[in-house]
């Protein structure tokens, strides 16, 4: 059984993640079977999950998908590269999937190939060294290097979040084999806050739940996800917020010295100067990002960096996952695809937590901090004493399977 793939995040799963899945299936086969990486207890923008990872691995396959593995945190808080690179060595380690399917505002992966090809060429790294000398943000900067080398249509590609992140799949995908598939983006923006025509954001079900307006945001949401929601809410486990473990992080923050903040400034441009001294004596997250934040850094960048710091994670990720971590599966196909990945993935799928113990050094160590992220997590559940421990969490096998 052969798969499509799709790289997520389902914070929440909402009916345009529903509708990405039907149209996987309708341009590839109806047999086709969907595995979805996702993100798991942390999220690329630097932040918490609203809800744990397990609770929406169920709710995806309860609405289309037939197995979610997790991308480990050390690539789920990570720059949009590492975030793609991490999720597709999970795909390609699968042995089954032969397309990777995701969301696009031009939806046409050709541009976003040629962009990836550019992006990898030798001319470019030249041409973006000349434009950050020039003050601008990276994003920026980056973009105005591609259009040196490609049309303008092509380059504008990094302008649209969804197209920005197919580039980075499309790198990270260069030689695999794997097929990509763009599917035109409907309704409002990957970020956007306000509903817009057709699906409505994942950023504006959040913006709705921090209002207080909990129904509104579940109604909006795929039907699966809302019962999870619910169920999650009234075990005390969400929804997860930074306010509710804000001190936390910032005493976490003020133990650290320079030395610490230096080791996660990839870019070697002096960032970590400022997190340090803003980390001595902020007293709110807002405050410190205020203190830190310039033109040049995305916000979204110094919060990874935060997190990371929180964390304490490695200053990069490691080059690839050591295991496939199942999340969710249903019992039509998604037992059928880990039964032919036990027999072709290259690296080693992980059901059951103790088993890690039985795998390699660096596979012990990726657990490990994963199990440690997962209980610093549930200082951010409004009930920290109901959210269990790694080491006993298996995953969720749906017995009615996908939805069709």
Same mark, same amino acid.
């Given at each position: 059984?052969?798969?499509?793939?799709?790289?997520?995040?389902?914070?929440?799963?909402?009916?345009?993640?529903?509708?990405?899945?039907?149209?996987?299936?309708?341009?590839?086969?109806?047999?086709?079977?969907?595995?979805?990486?996702?993100?798991?207890?942390?999220? *690329?923008?630097?932040?918490?999950?609203?809800? @744990?990872?397990?609770?929406?691995?169920?709710?995806?396959? *309860?609405?289309?998908?037939?197995?979610?593995?997790?991308?480990?945190?050390?690539?789920?808080?990570?720059?949009?590269?590492?975030?793609?690179?991490?999720?597709?060595?999970?795909?390609?380690?699968?042995?089954?999937?032969?397309?990777?399917?995701?969301?696009?505002?031009?939806?046409?992966?050709?541009?976003?190939?040629?962009?990836?090809? /550019?992006?990898?060429? &030798?001319?470019?790294?030249?041409?973006?060294?000349?434009?950050?000398?020039?003050?601008?943000?990276?994003?920026?900067?980056? *973009?105005?290097?591609?259009?040196?080398?490609?049309? !303008?249509?092509? =380059?504008?590609?990094?302008?649209?979040?969804?197209?920005?992140?197919?580039?980075?799949?499309?790198?990270?995908?260069?030689?695999?084999?794997?097929?990509?598939?763009?599917?035109?983006?409907?309704?409002?923006?990957?970020?956007?806050?306000?509903?817009?025509?057709?699906?409505?954001?994942?950023?504006?079900?959040? %913006?709705?739940?921090?209002?207080? !307006?909990? $129904?509104?945001?579940?109604?909006?949401?795929?039907?699966?996800?809302?019962?999870?929601?619910?169920?999650?809410?009234?075990?005390?486990?969400?929804? =997860? =917020?930074? %306010?509710?473990?804000?001190?936390?992080?910032?005493?976490?923050?003020?133990?650290?010295?320079?030395?610490?903040?230096?080791?996660?400034?990839?870019?070697?441009?002096?960032?970590?100067?400022?997190?340090?001294?803003?980390?001595?004596?902020?007293?709110?997250?807002?405050?410190?990002?205020?203190?830190?934040?310039?033109?040049?850094?995305?916000?979204?960048?110094?919060?990874?960096?935060?997190?990371?710091?929180?964390?304490?994670?490695?200053?990069?990720?490691?080059?690839?996952?050591?295991?496939?971590?199942?999340?969710? =599966?249903?019992?039509?196909? @998604?037992?059928?695809?880990?039964?032919?990945?036990? &027999?072709?993935?290259?690296?080693?799928?992980?059901?059951?937590?103790?088993?890690?113990?039985?795998?390699?050094? $660096?596979? *012990?160590?990726?657990? /490990?901090?994963?199990?440690?992220?997962?209980?610093?997590?549930?200082?951010?559940?409004?009930?920290?004493?109901?959210?269990?421990? $790694?080491?006993?969490? @298996?995953?969720?096998?749906? @017995?009615?399977?996908? /939805?069709?």
């Amino acid at each position: 059984m052969t798969a499509a793939g799709i790289i997520t995040e389902y914070d929440p799963l909402h009916m345009g993640h529903v509708y990405l899945m039907a149209e996987a299936r309708r341009l590839l086969g109806p047999d086709t079977g969907i595995i979805c990486v996702m993100s798991g207890n942390y999220v *690329q923008r630097g932040d918490f999950a609203i809800a @744990g990872k397990f609770a929406r691995a169920a709710a995806a396959v *309860q609405s289309g998908a037939d197995l979610v593995l997790e991308l480990p945190v050390p690539w789920a808080l990570s720059s949009a590269e590492g975030f793609a690179a991490g999720a597709m060595e999970i795909l390609k380690a699968t042995g089954a999937v032969t397309h990777l399917v995701f969301g696009s505002e031009g939806g046409d992966a050709a541009p976003l190939v040629r962009c990836a090809e /550019a992006l990898c060429g &030798k001319g470019f790294p030249g041409k973006l060294r000349e434009e950050l000398k020039k003050g601008d943000s990276f994003p920026a900067a980056r *973009q105005r290097a591609l259009e040196a080398l490609l049309p !303008e249509e092509d =380059a504008a590609a990094l302008s649209r979040p969804n197209d920005t992140l197919g580039v980075e799949y499309c790198k990270a995908l260069r030689g695999s084999g794997i097929r990509p598939v763009a599917v035109l983006r409907r309704g409002a923006g990957h970020d956007s806050e306000t509903a817009g025509g057709g699906f409505v954001s994942a950023s504006a079900i959040r %913006a709705l739940i921090r209002r207080g !307006e909990e $129904e509104a945001a579940l109604n909006l949401c795929a039907p699966a996800m809302a019962a999870a929601y619910r169920a999650e809410r009234d075990a005390g486990r969400a929804p =997860a =917020a930074l %306010a509710n473990c804000e001190r936390a992080v910032l005493a976490r923050l003020r133990f650290l010295e320079e030395a610490d903040w230096a080791a996660l400034d990839l870019g070697n441009e002096g960032l970590y100067r400022r997190f340090a001294r803003a980390g001595r004596s902020a007293a709110s997250v807002a405050e410190l990002l205020e203190t830190v934040k310039t033109k040049r850094y995305p916000l979204a960048r110094l919060r990874r960096m935060m997190f990371r710091a929180y964390l304490g994670l490695p200053p990069a990720p490691p080059e690839k996952p050591a295991y496939l971590r199942v999340l969710a =599966a249903n019992k039509r196909g @998604g037992t059928a695809l880990l039964a032919g990945m036990r &027999k072709t993935a290259a690296l080693p799928v992980l059901t059951k937590p103790a088993a890690v113990r039985r795998l390699g050094p $660096e596979a *012990q160590s990726l657990f /490990a901090l994963e199990a440690r992220a997962g209980r610093l997590y549930a200082l951010a559940c409004p009930d920290p004493a109901a959210v269990p421990d $790694e080491w006993r969490t @298996g995953p969720v096998i749906c @017995g009615e399977g996908r /939805a069709e």
